[in-house]
C-alpha cells in the first residue's frame, strides 16, 4: 500500500546545530508539504512543493529549507535549530490531477526537541 | 486571507451520545472545499469527511456527518453514537487558498473526549 513516513520519529538536538527531518511518500503525489503543530496554535504551514525542483515559503518559513530533487522526497532542514523549533513536524501529500478535493495524507510526524 | 475558525478548544461527551463541533471560516473563493481531520493520541492525522462547497447535499461517512451553511460560512461536524475510539483532537480545513493553490488553511482544533 501506498504511504507516507517520516525519519526519525523523535529527535533531541542541541541549539545551532543543523537538523534534517525526511519526508517520503509513495503515493507518487505532486505536492508535498511540511507543517509544524503547537500547542494552541493548530497546523501551520513551513514549506510546500507542487513538484520536483518546485519549493515554496509558507506561513512559518524562516529558519527551515526543503529541496525537491524527486517526486517522492521532500526533506526539511533547520539551519541552526532553536529552542523556539521545538515542536512537532507533520509531512503530507496530494495529487492535484484528476483530483478537485486535494485533501492531503499525512504522515506519522517528528517529534523535535531542541535543548 | 482565508481564515477557519474553530470556537471550541475543548468538548466532553457521553459515549453513545451526539456531539458537534462547530467550524466557522472565510474565503473570497468562489469553489472550495471543507475537510474534517482527526488526530488521537497517536498524532497520525485521519481524513473523516470532505465537504465541496457547490454541493448542497450534506456530507455522511457511517456515523459521522457535516451541517454545511454555505450563506453563514459554517461547517460543523457531528458524530452521533460516540465510541471511545473518537477520542481525539479535531481540525477543520479549508482549501485551495487560490488559483493553483494546493494548500490547505486549518483551524486550531478541537479536543474531544467521550467519557465511558
Known amino acids: 500500500d501506498a504511504e507516507i513516513t517520516q525519519s526519525p520519529r523523535h529527535k533531541i538536538t542541541e541549539t545551532g546545530r543543523q537538523v534534517t527531518l525526511a519526508c517520503h511518500q509513495t503515493w507518487n503525489h505532486n505536492n508535498m508539504f511540511w507543517y509544524r503543530q503547537d500547542l494552541g496554535h493548530g497546523l501551520r504551514l513551513i514549506h510546500y512543493?507542487?513538484?520536483?525542483?518546485?519549493?515554496n515559503k509558507g506561513e512559518v518559513s524562516d529558519g527551515y529549507s526543503v529541496s525537491r530533487s524527486n517526486t517522492e522526497d521532500l526533506p526539511l532542514t533547520l539551519e541552526s535549530a532553536a529552542s523556539s523549533q521545538t515542536s512537532v513536524y507533520f509531512c503530507?501529500?496530494?495529487?492535484?490531477?484528476?483530483?478537485?478535493?486535494?485533501?492531503?495524507?499525512f504522515g506519522p510526524g517528528t517529534r523535535l526537541t531542541v535543548l | 486571507a482565508q481564515t477557519v475558525t474553530q470556537s471550541q478548544p475543548e468538548m466532553s461527551v457521553q459515549e453513545a451520545e451526539t456531539v458537534t463541533l462547530s467550524c466557522t471560516y472565510d474565503t473570497s473563493e468562489s469553489n472550495y472545499y471543507l475537510f474534517w481531520y482527526k488526530q488521537p493520541p497517536s498524532r497520525q492525522m485521519i481524513l473523516v469527511i470532505r465537504q465541496e462547497a457547490y454541493k448542497q447535499q450534506n456530507a455522511t461517512e457511517n456515523r459521522f456527518s457535516v451541517n454545511f451553511q454555505k450563506a453563514a460560512k459554517s461547517f460543523s461536524l457531528k458524530i452521533s453514537d460516540s465510541q471511545l475510539g473518537d477520542t481525539a483532537m479535531y481540525f477543520c480545513a479549508l482549501g485551495p487558498t487560490g488559483a493553483g493553490s494546493y494548500q490547505l488553511t486549518f483551524g486550531k482544533g478541537t479536543k474531544l473526549s467521550v467519557i465511558p
Open positions: 512543493s507542487y513538484g520536483v525542483q518546485d519549493t
Open positions: 503530507a501529500s496530494s495529487e492535484s490531477r484528476g483530483n478537485p478535493y486535494n485533501e492531503q495524507f
